[in-house]
């Protein structure tokens, strides 16, 4: 199974995110493992922007937190699952 051109570039984003800082031990392995799970998730295909601010990482599509899609967390794979939820419950119609 190859790897999704998604996922190859969001460990590319996350390579240019980190340049220039030290690397925590275990960068290149998570590069890695990223880059071996295969996803077709709304994070593989819409390929959110994926920055670390301060110990949190933001996956988001568009241009801010408040009008675009996000999802937040302590990992890279937490912020990109919480970002497939936001995205798949904005598709959804709101219960009346």
């Known amino acids: 199974m190859s790897t999704p051109i998604a996922l190859r570039a969001q460990i590319g984003k996350f390579r240019q995110h980190e340049c220039g ?3 925590p ?3 290149r392995t998570k590069s890695r493992a990223l880059l071996r799970r295969p ?3 709304p994070a593989a295909v819409r390929r959110p922007r994926v920055v ?3 110990s949190v990482w933001i ?3 568009g241009p ?3 009008s675009g899609i996000a999802g937040v967390g302590a990992t ?3 912020a990109l699952a919480a970002f497939d939820r936001q995205y ?3 598709l959804r119609p709101a219960a009346a």
């Open 39 to 41: 996803s077709t998730g």
């Open 64 to 66: 801010d937190v408040q």
């Open 76 to 78: 890279i794979e937490a």
């Open 21 to 23: 800082k030290s690397r």
């Open 88 to 90: 798949l419950n904005r």
């Open 52 to 54: 670390k601010q301060g």
């Open 25 to 27: 031990a275990g960068h």
């Open 59 to 61: 996956a988001l599509l």
